[in-house]
């Protein structure tokens, strides 16, 4: 039991990294996101082959898994500039299923659906199972205290006024005096770098990635996660996630002690509570367990009283 | 030479002509008016102004530079700022975030001042919560300031447009009806605020259909009707004028004199 609840933590915390990168992207900037599972994988891969085909060094593998998922962002976003919601919605998942399905096809880029297997963990070996999990739990911790740090920075920032600003109204935004493309670049970029990194830990936590793994469910957990914790907010995405992993973890046990119900069946009610869980929400907290606080960022005091202006 | 030329500008939508090359030229001090019937192109010709829609043709020439066709952010840059005619709040963010929005040349809007906190990008901050405090209690907003824009009166939201405006620093403001659906006392104030400013110094486009806040504030006004300039002078002088009456009131048929 106790590796089970290490293992989830590990799992709640690389969801948490997709939270806080997804929130970059959607819940600061308000663009719709549904490619994230996509980059997640970008990350997984380009930190796999490079480890394993090419001998790198696994945080260079992890570096570049990140880096590479941050340009495939920048990609992505220069190429929907021009979209919004539903549109932006659509073709954001159609990039994601185009990596999965690339990557269950092109049998030289990583086996196809065989997958990545024996990717490197660090100390594998060295610690044994239940000790290398413990330790992945603390690497995985600590990624998400930097990152929410970080984010934390950029959100109070005039960066993420910015951002903030595109989500209510673009066209104000750029009569404000912001090259809007350069802000909802800079927002994919930072955004897709984390989902990339949480994507290379995942790899090298498990030690196999294949497509199948990458499939839009993924996408819609985290949405559920932000949307559960408070859209807009780090610490919503960081509680939404642990939340979401726990409801998502802790069904499996409940389930069985249903009278009357199959295993099938027991599956297909989990998927069905997570989908009441959600329309709860919503109907109840619509802003998150913790919303958005609006205007309570501490701002530098003036430095002289006010005075009459000139303009 | 005017602050503001604007010179046989066009422009179309799916073969209606909103704009049939209207020329005027906006003077660098005081209050103008822009004013006519409705449909007669004074919005368009703000969204041309301001980069919002491109214009077909014709040239804008602000402060010695031909801006016709640049982006918004890039006019806004060059001291041309302008305002929504439906206060277009940014609902989920303060008054002062609104604000603040608005100040120029911030570095802490890059991703990496922002990171560091950079000793230049929190000065500026400093400099421009200074500057949105003042403008704040200049316009009456300071009760306000920490709300989330939603929370606004129809009023408040109007003076927040303005209040945006002047955060950039402008060298002119072009404002789309600063008083439509404001009570009259709010009016008046929002007048008074108005005069206030272009005495200090900054010019003022203002499109506005209450004649009695054209005629109060206005040193010049000129008349559009049909994407084109009609007519222009001191407020008497346009509303004696028989082509501008035809405009609003439609052709008299048995003149009687």
Known sequence: ??????????????????????????????????????????????????????????????????????????????????????????????????????????????????????????????????????????????????????????????????????????????????????????????????LGLSGALYGHFTSYIAPDLFAPLLTLYIKLSLLSGGLGNNVGAVVGAVLVVFFLESTRFVIPYVPELSAVQGAALREILIAVALLLILRIRARGLIPEKVGDFPLPEPTRASQPLKP | MALLEIENVTRSFYGVNALNGVSLSVAGAGITGLIGPNGAGKTTLFNCISGVIPPDGGRIVFDGADIAGRRPDQITNAGLVRTFQIARGLQRMSVLDNLMLYGADQPGESIWHALVRTPVSVSREKELVDRALAIAARLNLMRVIRNPASDLSGGQKKLLEIGRALMAQPKMILLDEPVAGVNPTLAREIGEHLTSLARDGLPILLIEHHMDMISRLCDHVIVMAEGRHLAEGRFEEVADNAQVQQAYMGRRWKSAG
Not at chain 1, 24 to 29: L, R, T
């Open chain 1, 1 to 194: 039991m106790e590796h089970y609840l290490v293992a989830m933590g590990v799992t709640a915390g690389i969801y948490a990294l997709m939270a806080l990168g997804m929130n970059v992207i959607w819940g600061m900037a308000g663009l719709i996101n549904l490619g994230l599972v996509g980059f997640f994988a970008v990350g997984a891969y380009t930190s796999g082959i490079l480890t394993l085909k090419f001998g790198w060094p696994i945080l260079a593998g992890i570096a570049a898994g990140t880096l590479v998922a941050s340009l495939f962002g920048v990609f992505v976003a220069l190429i929907t500039v021009r979209l919004r919601g539903d549109y932006l919605a659509i073709v954001t998942l159609g990039f994601a299923e185009t990596m999965r399905i690339i990557m269950s096809n092109e049998l030289w880029i990583a086996n196809g659906t065989d997958g990545l297997s024996g990717i490197p963990g660090p100390f594998r070996q060295a610690l044994g199972p239940h000790a290398f999990n413990l330790q992945f739990l603390a690497i995985v911790i600590v990624a998400v205290a930097i990152l929410f740090v970080l984010l934390q920075r950029l959100t109070r920032s005039p960066f993420g006024r910015v951002l903030r600003g595109i989500r209510e109204d673009e066209q104000v935004v750029q009569v404000a005096g912001k090259n809007v493309v350069m802000f909802k670049v800079k927002a994919f970029a930072v955004g897709t770098a984390a």
